[in-house]
């Protein structure tokens, strides 16, 4: 009952933003110290004036974003509850309270497009109420903080289309961190928030925060990260610096330089290179100190300043609800503590590896509904996400197969074409939604065919997922 009527405006501005279907990644909790994070702390919304406008919302729209933020802080439902709200209204009713309903369901009104059978016109028709209304559905559902964002939001709404509201969880993040009165909170995504811009390779979070941050606020096109060899091995290998490539546009490299040192002790920077000059956040009363001729105007940094991150974030880096809930955005709690690998999806294995009706099973089969999550078995990229039957490999449905390095593939297929939520040459990590099952190709009946590939040969996933702490069904 809610697909299809989104105004069309903003959602061209949440796409045009985030690209397209977009998953919440996992591991950041890894790398970050657990006693930084305060998790299951509300945010309450800041008194005064709500801000013009914040990734493309404005106005109404974030006046009821407010009106659900501070429902769930009545409520004592955590900042991630919160965000799932505001995401979930996104994905209704673009924020907007509407009294009518949609092409699916003619009755389902106000933020949550929902209709009578879930509270009286007026509740309905009331932002609070109807976040209110909103949150007792979501936390009626099983489970609900440990499951992606958008499949709580589905199973609480019972919508066509489990991954409807992802696209609008990079935005809810942004919006609940505009609004919220934890100031600390206001660096928007860290790490592998799915609203990343910039894809800088494998850095530390506070190193993707500070390019998050800086770049989106002076619309830097081309971002650097990581990157193996550089001068300094605590900056670039080390994931702990950025490059801000201005090219000839001096007063935009002085300008985001300027910024960089007004905020060097929240942002963690330790120095900044720029124009051959070179300044220590340490020692700031030095100032700019001329640094030798390296020889090419790239090398030298007259084209991009370059800011080196200290390895432990600042302390008011933002340990407050809102960072927990960057941290907390990822599969569910317990997948990654493996390390790297995990299990595709949460279901019993219904046909092992091996021969099967007169030809090899390449695979191992999971039976569970069409609609459950698949996650990447591990940190790789995907080389693959498309129609099946896949040319090489012959599997059908939906495909998506992931690059893992190492010689080693796996690969996930009877998708739905609206069931894929990674692109070909994207990035993920270990445990990050990447699909849900489907019944689609040669299937019959919801499941995942999980493939695992050594040197491009296909091998019984079983022993090998136990092999690396991540036993099967
Ligand atoms: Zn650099
Ligand atoms: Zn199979």
Redesign the pocket.
């Known amino acids: 009952m809610k697909a299809g009527h989104i105004l069309a405006a903003v959602v061209a501005l949440a796409v045009a933003s985030v690209g397209l279907v977009l998953f919440v990644g996992s591991g950041l909790s890894q790398s970050q110290p657990a006693a930084a994070c305060q998790p299951g702390q509300p945010v309450t919304v800041a008194g005064g004036e709500l801000p013009g406008e914040v990734a493309g919302w404005s106005g109404e729209q974030l006046a009821n974003a407010a009106a659900t933020i501070r429902a769930g802080a009545d409520l004592g439902i955590d900042a991630r509850g919160q965000a799932i709200a505001v995401m979930t209204a996104m994905g209704e009713s673009s924020l907007v309270n509407v009294a009518h309903g949609d092409a699916v369901r003619a009755d389902t009104i106000g933020l949550f497009q929902t209709g009578p059978e879930h509270g009286s016109y007026d509740a309905r028709m009331d932002p609070y109420q109807a976040a209110v209304l909103f949150f007792e559905r979501l936390t009626a559902v099983p489970n609900w903080q440990d499951l992606p964002p958008t499949i709580a939001a589905h199973r609480a709404q019972r919508n066509a289309d489990p991954l409807h509201y992802e696209q609008h969880w990079p935005d809810a993040l942004k919006v609940i961190a505009a609004l919220s009165s934890d100031t600390a909170a206001a660096v928007v995504p860290a790490a592998d928030n799915p609203g990343n811009r910039y894809d800088l390779g494998p850095v530390q979070p506070h190193t993707q925060a500070l390019a998050e941050e800086v770049g989106t606020r002076f619309d830097v096109a081309d971002v650097g990260g990581h990157r193996e060899s550089a001068v300094d091995a605590g900056g670039h290998p080390a994931g702990l610096a950025v490059d801000f490539m201005t090219g000839d546009d001096v007063a935009l490299g002085d300008a985001i330089v300027a910024y960089l040192i007004e905020h060097a002790e929240r942002l963690s920077v330790d120095y900044i290179i720029w124009r051959q000059a070179i300044w220590h956040a340490a020692d700031p009363q030095a100032g700019w100190r001329p640094i030798a001729d390296r020889g090419s105007p790239t090398a030298n940094h007259y084209d991009h300043p370059h800011v080196n991150l200290r390895p432990t974030p600042s302390a008011t880096s933002g340990a407050g609800p809102l960072e927990c809930l960057s941290a907390s955005a990822v599969a569910p709690a317990g997948l990654t503590v493996q390390g790297e690998w995990v299990a595709p999806v949460d279901g019993p294995i219904t ?1 092992g590896y091996g021969p099967r009706w007169g030809k090899f ?1 390449g ?3 999971f039976g569970a509904p069409c609609g459950t999550p698949i996650y990447a078995a591990s940190d790789g990229r995907v080389i693959y996400a498309g129609n099946g039957p896949h040319p090489r490999l012959g599997l059908t449905g939906h495909v998506i197969i992931i690059d893992h390095g190492a010689g080693v593939q796996t690969s996930y297929n ?1 998708m739905y074409a609206g069931g894929l939520g990674v692109r070909p040459g994207q990035v993920v990590q270990a445990g990050q939604l990447i699909a849900v099952v489907g019944n689609d190709g040669f299937s019959t009946g919801c ?1 995942l ?1 999980y493939g695992v590939y050594l040197e491009g040969q296909h091998t019984d996933a079983e022993p090998f997922m136990a092999g690396v702490g991540a036993p099967l069904g």
């Open positions: 046909s099973h695979g191992t089969d009877h499941h065919h």
